[in-house]
């Protein structure tokens, strides 16, 4: 069955550090994949997606993710993480009819 | 662009009731998903509506059901409430002849079952 996995439900990072997000996805074909963020009692607003043009993609606020079909892999990462980025993270993949598969999020912690 | 704009925002049922809930889509917009969040887990596919007919559907009982009106708004129903259906619901549009597969959200309904 096709399905999305991420790594570590909780992250923890200090303000100014690396964040790093992790993302493997089942698949034969590559897909669409996603990344969305969510705030707290708030809907899901997009961050970035990979639609089979370049494999380096660039988001919102600074965030960007590599797809690797390697790997079947489509890690989240930024550079310096900032308070705001205090939030829940979605990895998600299409296969078909616009139907996504989400992961079951990494909420991320940052510390001053 | 008017963005996709559910309601109610939140509610509170007892089990055994029926619940209807509303979204209207982005503007241009001919498809409507709606997912299932429970607390601390991901969003869970429920079905989609394409131009009014139902074009997908997740692994939910018959008891939840949808619509499609010709604006491309969409209601939720679901009858027969139990304990477990507590969870955002999220409606998500999208334009699948011109975007690549993305969805815009909107803020979610809470539903509480009591």
């Known amino acids: 069955a096709q399905s999305v996995t991420q790594l570590g439900s909780h992250v923890s990072v200090s303000e100014g550090a690396l964040v790093l997000l992790r993302c493997n996805y089942s698949?034969?074909?590559?897909?669409?994949l996603f990344w969305y963020v969510q705030y707290p009692n708030q809907g899901l607003q997009l961050l970035l997606k990979y639609t089979s043009a370049a494999t380096l993609v660039k988001g919102i606020n600074g965030f960007e993710a590599e797809f690797k079909k390697s790997e079947t892999s489509f890690h989240l990462t930024k550079p310096s993480a900032h308070m705001s980025d205090a939030a829940e993270y979605f990895c998600?993949?299409?296969?078909?009819?616009?139907?996504?598969?989400f992961g079951t999020g990494t909420l991320l912690a940052v510390q001053p | 662009e008017t963005g996709v704009t559910q309601s109610p925002t939140h509610l509170i049922k007892t089990r055994g009731q029926q619940v209807t809930l509303r979204c209207s889509s982005q503007s241009g917009h001919n498809t409507v998903s709606w997912y299932q969040q429970a607390l601390g887990q991901g969003p869970q596919f429920i079905f989609q509506?394409?131009?009014?007919?139902?074009?997908g559907r997740g692994n939910f009982p018959p008891r939840f059901s949808g619509l499609q009106f010709p604006n491309y708004s969409s209601e939720l129903n679901v009858n027969a409430l139990e304990l477990d259906d507590s969870a955002l619901y999220l409606c998500?549009?999208?334009?699948?002849?011109?975007?690549?597969?993305?969805?815009?959200f909107g803020e979610g309904s809470r539903l509480t079952v009591l």
């Open positions: 698949s034969s074909v590559p897909p669409y």
């Open positions: 509506y394409y131009r009014e007919e139902e074009n």
């Open positions: 998500a549009s999208s334009f699948p002849d011109r975007d690549t597969g993305e969805l815009f």
């Open positions: 998600a993949v299409i296969f078909a009819t616009n139907k996504l598969i």
